[in-house]
């Protein structure tokens, strides 16, 4: 599809676990953006890419979080060490540039981890 | 830096009634503002955007929302409440972080339609 993808759709981990989740972004789109959203809260930005460069990591919650990404393409975040607290689902958007302000994002259906 | 409150985390509404969900926000830059839809179990939809110029802004699903400047709100209205409506509601405003792009969100206003 033409969609932003996001893979698994699904995640339970044991706590102390890594886990990495996949986003494949629309294809042609510069712009790259992971959030969290756990159960009853707003969305929380954690890092932006433009390319395969992160300008904003500054809402990663901790050095547990860390992303990549290749080229324009897919990127994968990555949690060391899993805490029950990282339960959320964990959501991916891209966009065409990233400049402006003005663009839309357009989202994937998110990824939902459970850490027992 | 910019923020986004919305006012009621929970709105219910009758089948056929007004819709109002409640967006104020802060920025320190000329805003933008955008209201996203999430229905349940799927990703974040744009419902509608302001930018420049109209500030009557008009999205899909006949949503729409006014930018006031005056009152930094940015209220999203329906005339007239649909079931399909029901799902949660983000309010955002772009702002910007180390020169790069930044969206806020807000907390999300689920809202309910009663039959």
């Known amino acids: 599809g033409a969609g932003v993808s996001q893979s698994p759709s699904n995640k339970v981990t044991e706590k102390g676990k890594d886990v990495e989740l996949r986003c494949d972004p629309i294809s042609g789109h510069t712009a790259l953006y992971w959030y969290r959203q756990r159960l009853g809260q707003g969305l929380e930005f954690l890092i932006y890419?433009?390319?395969?460069?992160?300008?904003?990591k500054s809402g990663l919650p901790s050095d547990r979080f860390s992303a990549e990404r290749t080229g324009e393409s897919v990127s994968t975040l990555t949690i060391q060490r899993t805490q029950q607290e990282d339960s959320a689902v964990y959501l991916c958007a891209s966009s065409p540039s990233g400049q402006g302000g003005f663009e839309t994002q357009y989202f994937g259906p998110g990824t939902r981890l459970l850490v027992l | 830096a910019q923020s986004v409150t919305q006012l009621g985390s929970h709105v219910s509404v009758s089948e056929g009634a007004l819709v109002l969900l409640r967006c104020n926000y802060s920025s320190s830059v000329p805003p933008y503002l955008f209201w996203y839809v999430q229905y349940p179990n799927q990703g974040l939809q744009l419902l509608l955007k302001?930018?420049?110029?109209?500030?009557l802004v008009k999205g899909i699903n006949g949503f729409e929302a006014e930018f006031k400047k005056s009152e930094t709100s940015f209220h999203l209205t329906k005339p007239s409440a649909h079931m399909s409506d029901a799902a949660e509601y983000f309010c955002?405003?772009?702002?910007?972080?180390?020169?790069?792009?930044?969206?806020?969100f807000g907390t999300g206003t689920k809202l309910q339609v009663i039959p």
């Open positions: 890419f433009q390319g395969n460069s992160a300008p904003d």
């Open positions: 955002a405003v772009r702002g910007y972080s180390g020169g790069y792009q930044k969206v806020t």
């Open positions: 302001y930018t420049t110029g109209a500030t």
